[in-house]
């Protein structure tokens, strides 16, 4: 029994004597626990919804009201376009466009058939799945309110299109988002990795006497993991497409483009993370930290952002992977263009090079 005891006192001398992995140890499960009570919220709300009402009456408007005040349905801040109602779809200013066509008062009062359109983005087959209810429960709220007691209800219907994903298949919808999980774990563990252990066995200090600068040595590490970053990329890519399913509508330059952009923000948090830690455990715990959590928690991969606490919301900004999921389903699902994603790209741009500034700077400081 002594013996024990001694082994338990010597490995808890050990773990007090590393205080990084216990932070990690205990800072890990406690944003877990923050992240997944608040982030998870399987609640569809605030589903933004863009109206065309060509009725321009005052049923139409009450009909619109009864959306909004619904619950379930926000306003979308962009006004769709006449001539081209799915634009706002593809750039994700709206989940559902509802369009009301001329002679709608007219039906409601005389209780002839109608139709009424819905467009709905089925890139989320929860989110499409939950619209089409939602909006079906608020037109037959909005006629009874207007029916006398005992009267039929009028043949004023609600034709649903759902656009991008007809048969609403969820992998649709996680598989894309998955490679962008997927790459920015691979790419900030491999450079975390490698710089550690170059630290760890003591050869940085080796590879420093030689005639290069500090920017060279990281360009240098860097270089291959771009590489090996974009052969997974395009592996994962590969079956997305054959083996789920997965359409391809958009550009495949396009994306090779946002992807290196993306790819470089990843291995940006992997030099970072090298600057904070020695050992290549501590680096494979960290990257996990700071890049698996984000990414599937903050960046809407299974998650609405718009759902989240504000706090959070703030927080997910600076999450890389949060523009390249809209940037790679936009490009998938919807075959969108650079003038549709130039604001997420801008902001990927913007955000990678900040890390990478960042990153460069801490690793310079650390070695210089």
Do not use: C
């Amino acid at each position: 029994m002594d013996k024990i005891r001694y082994i338990a006192i010597k490995e808890l001398r050990h773990i007090l004597r590393d205080p990084r992995s216990l932070i990690i140890a205990i800072l890990m499960p406690i944003l877990m626990t923050f992240l997944y009570g608040y982030a998870i919220n399987l609640d569809i709300k605030n589903i933004k919804l863009a109206v065309l009402d060509f009725d321009n009456s005052f049923e139409s408007r009450e009909l619109v009201g009864y959306f909004y005040n619904s619950g379930y349905f926000l306003k979308s801040e962009a006004a769709p376009n006449l001539y081209d109602p799915e634009k706002i779809l593809k750039t994700g200013d709206a989940n559902a466009v509802l369009v009301i066509p001329p002679g709608f008062a007219d039906a409601v009062a005389s209780q002839e058939e109608f139709e009424l359109g819905l467009s709905v983005d089925g890139a989320d087959a929860n989110m499409s799945a939950a619209t089409s209810s939602y909006s079906s429960m608020a037109l037959m709220r909005f006629i009874e309110a207007k029916l006398p007691p005992g009267m039929e209800i009028p043949g004023v219907t609600l034709s649903t299109q759902v656009l991008y994903n007809p048969d609403l298949k969820s992998s649709h919808f996680f598989v894309p988002g998955l490679i962008a999980v997927i790459l920015m774990m691979i790419s900030a563990l491999l450079t975390s990795i490698t710089i550690a252990r170059e630290k760890e066995t003591g050869t940085m200090e080796q590879l420093l006497t030689a005639p290069v600068t500090p920017q060279q040595v990281i360009i240098g590490k860097v270089i291959p993991y771009i590489g090996l970053a974009l052969l997974d990329g395009i592996f994962i890519l590969f079956f997305a497409v054959f083996l789920f399913g997965v359409p391809f509508n958009g550009s495949i330059l396009l994306m090779l483009f946002f992807g290196i952009i993306y790819i470089i923000a990843a291995l940006s948090i992997g030099i970072f993370i090298s600057t904070l830690v020695k050992t290549q455990q501590l680096a494979m715990m960290a990257a996990q930290l700071v890049t698996v959590l984000p990414s599937v928690m903050l960046s809407g991969y299974i998650f609405e952002i718009k759902n989240m606490p504000q706090i959070l919301q703030y927080l997910t900004y600076m999450v890389p992977a949060k523009y390249f999921l809209i940037i790679i389903r936009g490009i998938m699902l919807k075959g969108a263009d650079f003038t549709i994603l130039w604001i997420q790209g801008t902001f990927l741009i913007l955000l990678t090079i900040f890390l990478l500034t960042i990153a460069t700077k801490k690793f310079s400081l650390k070695i210089g």
